[in-house]
């Protein structure tokens, strides 16, 4: 009788998982749909957006559907400062929104490979002309809740052709890079919670992120690092700073 009772409740959370995703989705399309045609403006489409993206990002975690998480995070990511909406970004955010759904609909969820590839195919925003660079498909996980160094550093980072993927809670951080190892964590020493040292000595000690390289940022000086593993990158945040991840992402050969 208990299997009888589990499989029912099962059955219900995927059912109301599913009515929630929907109802999410729809309000996302038709706020798209309203900014294309210039019913809503640009800035008030995107304060719905954000509000239907977040709830997205926590519910596909706790409904056992950590892809919908991870690709609602990504579409956070992409809004990320974004002051208006054009059509190619609207288009964007609706591939996310597609995406969402066929995953929603998945009756298993895709392993840590077939997951890798479809984060990878999402769209990327880039703040100047895509073919000024050569786009790579290396993906950088950059781990800080300071928004100004997030917004300096992954410039640096797409200038040179990068995924990049702004994480601003570390322990967030873990979860999502568990079930999606970056090329490369780049992460600000000091955050709430659990700080830079410990990020990365903590991916390390787990298999599925051990060979993830990783470089802290920081302002400490020398006699503050003790922790950081010997093979991270140092990168400085001052005059030095896009020397700095110059030659950490030429030490790391992914450049």
């Not at 992409?78 to 955010?93: F, G, N, P």
């Not at 990049?164 to 568990?178: C, K, R």
């Not at 000091?190 to 470089?215: E, K, N, Y």
């Amino acid at each position: 009788m208990a299997e009888v009772d589990m499989e029912e409740l099962l059955e219900q959370l995927k059912s109301e998982f599913s009515d929630y995703i929907s109802d999410r989705l729809s309000s996302i399309y038709a706020t798209l749909d309203q900014a294309k045609t210039g019913e809503v403006k640009g800035g008030d489409a995107l304060r719905e957006l954000r509000r239907e993206i977040h709830s997205l990002k926590g519910s596909g975690s706790t409904f056992g559907y950590p892809i919908v998480s991870l690709i609602a995070q990504r579409l956070e990511t992409y809004c990320s400062d974004l002051k208006d909406l054009d059509e190619k970004q609207i288009a964007a955010i609706q591939t996310f929104a597609d995406r969402i759904a066929e995953m929603a609909e998945l009756e298993e969820q895709p392993d840590i490979a077939a997951t890798n590839q479809i984060i990878r195919r999402l769209p990327t925003r880039f703040e100047f002309d895509i073919t000024d660079v050569e786009v790579r498909d290396v993906e950088i996980m950059l781990v800080t809740p300071n928004k100004l160094v997030a917004r300096k550093a992954a410039g640096e980072l797409a200038a040179c052709g990068f995924r990049v993927n702004i994480v601003s809670d570390p322990i967030e951080a873990i979860s999502i890079a568990v079930r999606m190892p970056p090329d490369m964590l780049i992460a600000s020493a000091v955050m709430d919670g659990l700080g830079g040292i410990d990020l990365i000595r903590g991916l390390r000690a787990m298999s599925v992120t051990s060979h993830v390289p990783a470089a802290l940022m920081t302002s400490m000086g020398a006699d503050q690092l003790k922790g950081v593993p010997a093979d991270a990158g140092i990168i400085r945040l001052g005059a030095t700073f896009g020397d700095d991840i110059a030659a950490t992402i030429t030490r790391f050969n992914l450049g």
